[in-house]
């Protein structure tokens, strides 16, 4: 069992940045699997990055490059830094977590590139 609550989504304009946190409720060098998705308005989640307990990353091909997803033990916290953000980038952004067979989700955060 874990709780996730996302934070830092807000505001920014084409080509700026923004970090975003997901603080978990346990450890989370005990959960395997963490990333992030995202939703636009009609559109599906799609996935944006993850990471593994020995610190494996993957990103979708809109992200790499340009995003950076990491993870702080000490804090139990996920990070996703994105910059040179672009307009296709406004969403909901969501962390996940994968445990004990089962997905869990924090309530999201909102992200909006002006162009």
């Known amino acids: 069992q874990v709780q996730l609550v996302e934070s830092g989504g807000g505001l920014v304009q084409a080509g700026g940045s923004l970090r975003l946190s997901c603080a978990a409720s346990r450890s989370i060098a005990e959960i395997y699997y963490m990333g992030w998705y995202r939703q636009a308005p009609g559109k599906q989640r799609e996935l944006v990055a993850t990471i593994t307990s020995t610190s494996t990353t993957n990103y979708a091909d809109s992200a790499k490059g340009r995003f950076t997803i990491s993870r702080d033990g000490a804090k139990n916290t996920m990070y996703l830094q994105m910059n040179s953000l672009k307009p296709e980038d406004t969403a909901v952004y969501y962390c996940?977590?994968?445990?004990?067979?089962?997905?869990?989700w924090g309530q999201g955060t909102q992200v909006t590139v002006s162009s």
């Open positions: 996940n977590a994968f445990l004990v067979g089962r997905h869990y």
